[in-house]
């Protein structure tokens, strides 16, 4: 079974340009997440799917941050404008269901730097 | 608001002595409790959870609703054990997981 996949895996961007991160869950797998881990911290959760429609995403800074998951399959995170605290990891996992006990599998991240 | 505590950042111990992962958490109602280990260049990945009782590598952790804390044990570190580690929780069916800090378990042979 492959695994969560991500891409780009290295980022590097300006202040104030745009940015967008890919992720392709698990064959099957209908809950994904996105986080950010910023360095020496663990990671947060920014936004929550169940197939196309979101569950929560109370700590996605809207301003700025978006996500979609069209057709319940890959998802993507788009930061515009970015900051140069938007420098970290972006993590995506995805989950076979919305409730019971299977577990998340994480993708590798993508790292973002913002100069 | 849910919140999780790891007190230390770094855990050194020698190969063959006792390690203790302390971890504690605050959240209103009944939550469900996990460790997760990243070794180095790979995927964080789950270690175990509260609700399947398991050990996992020698791992065992014990959730104390008292004292709020789901700390992680082995009696016997190996040096493979050398990893960063994160206790996280969640609501209900993985919902609102939020994560701690995260503390490196250093393993000296």
Known sequence: EAGVAQSPRYKIIEKRQSVAFWCNPISGHATLYWYQQILGQGPKLLIQFQNNGVVDDSQLPKDRFSAERLKGVDSTLKIQPAKLEDSAVYLCASRRTSGGQETQYFGPGTRLLVL | ?109
């Open chain 2, 1 to 109: 608001a849910q919140r999780v505590t790891q007190p230390e950042k770094l855990l050194s111990v020698f190969k063959g002595a006792p390690v203790e992962l302390k971890c504690n958490y605050s959240y209103s109602g009944s939550p469900e409790l996990f460790w997760y280990v990243q070794y180095s260049r790979q995927r964080l990945q789950l270690l175990l959870r509260h609700i399947s009782r398991e050990s996992i590598k020698g791992f065992t952790a014990d959730l104390n609703k008292g004292e709020t804390s789901f700390h992680l044990k082995k009696p016997f570190a190996q040096e493979e054990d050398s990893a960063m580690y994160y206790c996280a929780l969640s609501g209900r069916g993985y919902q609102k997981v939020t994560f701690g800090t995260g503390t490196k378990l250093q393993v000296i042979p």
